[in-house]
């Protein structure tokens, strides 16, 4: 039969090149309202941006202003302000309140070692540059999203942020003493100091850290810069066995509100997993007594101060149980102390559609002018909406649930004007600003494009619903569906079938979303078609969707994905003897269960950082949470192995099934990952060497589970595409 796809590899690196040049938004802030001398208010919009660079192996990052005329209800003229600047250096900015100054966190190579500095700009002058290595109060600054921060005091004449404890230098029981080689009198007497902190016999000790992405992030500490005394201390008063992040200045900057991770009787994986037990802190910039605002039982993060500082809201979760999960929206009154839940869980989707939040990060800025609503950009089923929430009432509206585009974040919003990014799968991520419609008010919202990016019209998509088999139908959570993402080329010559390539996304509790994704943007112009499985278990559909899963992986969503390419399939488009998967994390657990419980049916596999066997990743992964609740048992950090626990998660398990495979497998590991060690892939490899299955590893150096680096993505995409090509198209 004939066939549409590129084949060519010369072909395949040029399409690939075009397509890695659309950028993806990162960061806006708003600058302050000016009046010009005419009477007509303007405001200044400072974006940043990210972009794969292939030459030099790494995303770039870059800023682009513009400028936007309005009467603070509606855009009267918007544009660019020049064009964009590479960003380097920088690991945190922001500006003050006012505007008028701006704070950079920057690290400079300097003789070969990597050096912090703090910056304070005022207009086009650098007013300081203080060097916080030199200083050694504290390790390197947290940048991540998981604690850092870098927050103005009200006032503007303090900073707050988070960074690595300071430890004593380590040094073997038989360093000579070099103090005798100072050449001058300063260096002598900081020899002398360094050599009294010295600690014999520590140089070996392990130190836990937070895993995946936050490796070597093991004991944050506050920090605080007197901007002009020119003075950082470590704040006070936080408790010995909690790790703090994600700080902002209490009303009045009278203490710092923060979140704060107990980390006794040891860490676990905090990346994507906001399930670990946490609670909102204040700790008092005078006395230094710390004070706990909300229940140490359950998990929360990202708390938001409102803009009459009377209020904040934070997300809350529960403790263990699955990773990601529907969450509440809480508000602790300042004032009163009482705290009220805004938005509950929600078990099942309203008659509205409103199926829950579904979310670990609000926006920074996410409060409306009035301090009495909250803007959310979270899963919607298969769609990212912007959703407004009452803080009175805790009714939601959505703001976006009649667009036809598939994605959309909330950058910032401020003043009530709000900048998003939107994408969808045939358009990438483009710039887009509207006022917020007033309380109680039926006005539309009207977008204006500050960055419009191209819509590939040769792409096309759609949101598909299935609903199980009656045979498949959970019998505790009876009458759930579940969706999938169908991406194919627009254009398709008579008498052609296209192959498909079925992708189950990792989690389990993750989605995937109608968004702008590279890869498969990628392989659809390349003519294969793609089909995004959002099987039951994933977010946006209700936590009973969520809680259908645990205990049924390796079954319920093996054949939740079977159902829908079968499904797909039937509709005479594509080709049933070109079929594929590919997936990654726990995608590519169900990537190897679909091969092993299907034998013959898919004629290739890709599977990234799989999860091969649950009962050997136990011990050796920074979630061993996760393996516990997924195979459907209760998780505590004194739970010892146990043979019948052991034999469920073996029999859940795609090696299980390794005997039956025939589909040749191309597996990419990450050689620093710490969420599914890369001995999982291994084990699965060396079992297809033994049966005489074709397979091929390949290993990415310097790269964790996510596999994101430059080179390893763009090395990984052309791998994979080769490999499908080889086995399922020639």
């Not at 070996?204 to 850290?209: H, I, K, L, P, Q």
């Not at 359950?298 to 904040?312: E, T």
């Not at 809201?313 to 009163?336: A, I, K, N």
């Not at 585009?405 to 600003?433: A, K």
Request: hydrophobic fraction near 35%; charged fraction near 20%.
């Amino acid at each position: 039969m004939e066939s549409q796809v590129i084949t060519n590899p010369e072909e395949i690196v040029r399409l690939y090149r075009e397509l890695s040049l659309f950028p993806s938004l990162s960061k806006a802030d708003l600058g302050p309202v000016i009046t010009s001398q005419y009477g007509g208010k303007y405001s200044n919009i400072y974006t940043e941006w990210s972009q794969r660079d292939l030459e030099r192996n790494e995303n770039v990052k870059f800023c682009r202003q513009y400028i936007i005329f309005h009467d603070d209800k509606s855009v009267v003229f918007s544009g660019a302000s020049g064009n964009s600047t590479e960003i380097r250096g920088e690991l945190l900015s922001k500006d003050s309140p006012s505007g008028e100054m701006k704070a950079v966190v920057r690290e400079c190579k300097i003789k070969g070692e990597d050096i912090q500095f703090l910056e304070i700009w005022n207009k086009n002058i650098k007013m300081k540059s203080i060097n916080l290595t030199a200083l050694k109060k504290h390790g390197k600054v947290f940048e991540d999203d998981q604690f850092g921060c870098l927050v103005w005091s009200h006032s503007e004449t303090h900073l707050l942020y988070v960074a690595e404890r300071k430890r004593p230098k380590a040094e073997s029981f038989f360093q000579a003493d070099s103090s005798v080689l100072s050449s001058t009198g300063d260096e002598e007497e900081t020899s002398r100091v360094e050599k009294k902190e010295a600690v014999k016999g520590e140089q070996f000790v392990f130190r836990e850290d937070w895993g995946e992405a936050l490796v070597s992030k093991s004991c944050p500490v506050l920090c605080v810069l007197d901007i002009d005394g020119d003075n950082v201390s470590v704040l006070e008063g936080v408790p010995e066995n909690i790790s703090p992040g994600q700080a902002f200045w209490a009303p009045g900057d009278t203490g710092v509100v923060f979140v704060g991770w107990w980390h006794e009787p040891f860490r676990l994986g905090l990346k994507y997993c906001p399930n670990r037990r946490s609670s909102l802190f204040y700790v008092d910039l005078t006395g230094g007594k710390c004070e706990q605002l909300s229940s140490g039982t359950s998990a929360v993060c990202s708390p938001r101060l409102s803009p009459d500082q009377c209020r904040i809201v934070y997300l809350e979760f529960s403790v263990f149980g699955p990773h990601m999960q529907c969450s509440r929206l809480c508000m602790y009154d300042w004032y009163t102390k009482k705290t009220s839940v805004v938005v509950d869980v929600v078990k099942r989707p309203r008659e509205d559609g409103f199926a829950g939040i579904y979310t670990s990060q609000l926006s920074p800025q996410c409060w409306s002018a009035d301090s009495q609503r909250i803007i959310v950009a979270c899963p919607q089923r298969s769609r990212k909406d912007l959703l407004v929430v009452d803080t009175s009432t805790g009714s939601i509206t959505s703001l976006t649930s009649k667009s036809d585009v598939g994605n959309w974040c909330l950058l910032n919003i401020e003043r009530d004007l709000m900048v998003v990014s939107c994408s969808s799968p045939n358009s990438p991520p483009s710039l887009r600003v509207a006022f917020l419609p007033p309380r109680d008010s039926q006005e539309e919202v009207v977008w204006v494009t500050l960055e419009n990016s191209q819509t590939l019209p040769d792409i096309d998509w759609q949101i598909l619903t299935f609903t199980p088999p009656p045979e498949q139908d959970n019998s505790q959570y009876p009458g759930l569906d579940f969706e999938a993402l169908l991406i194919k080329p627009k254009e398709v010559k008579d008498g052609v079938k296209l192959p498909l390539i079925v992708t189950p996304h990792g989690g389990p509790h993750s989605v995937i979303v109608a968004d702008w994704i590279l890869s498969s943007s990628a392989l659809c112009r390349m003519g294969f078609g793609i089909l995004l499985v959002n099987y039951r278990g994933s977010l946006g559909f209700g936590q009973d969707n969520i809680l259908s899963l645990p205990g049924n992986v390796g079954t319920q969503d093996v054949k939740d994905v079977q159902f829908a390419v079968e499904s797909v399939l039937k509709g005479g488009e594509f080709d049933t003897q070109k079929v594929s998967v590919s997936g990654g994390s726990h995608g590519g657990f169900l990537a190897c269960h679909l091969i092993g419980q299907y034998p013959g049916f898919y004629k290739a596999c890709v599977a990234r950082n799989p999860v091969i066997n649950l009962a050997s990743m136990i011990g050796s992964t920074d979630i061993p949470d996760w393996c516990m609740f997924e195979a459907g048992f209760d998780y505590s950090t004194d739970c010892l192995p146990d043979p019948a626990v052991w034999e469920q998660m073996l029999n859940k398990s795609p090696i299980k099934h390794v005997t039956q495979v025939q589909t040749p497998v191309l597996l990419t590991l990450g050689e620093d990952d710490k969420r599914v060690p890369n001995k999982q892939g291994i084990e699965y490899y060396r079992a297809l060497k033994a049966k005489q299955v074709p397979v091929r590893l390949l290993w990415y150096q310097g790269n964790n589970h996510s596999l994101s680096k430059v080179d390893a993505e763009s090395d990984g995409f052309m791998n994979i595409a080769l490999w499908i090509i080889q086995h399922m198209c020639q």
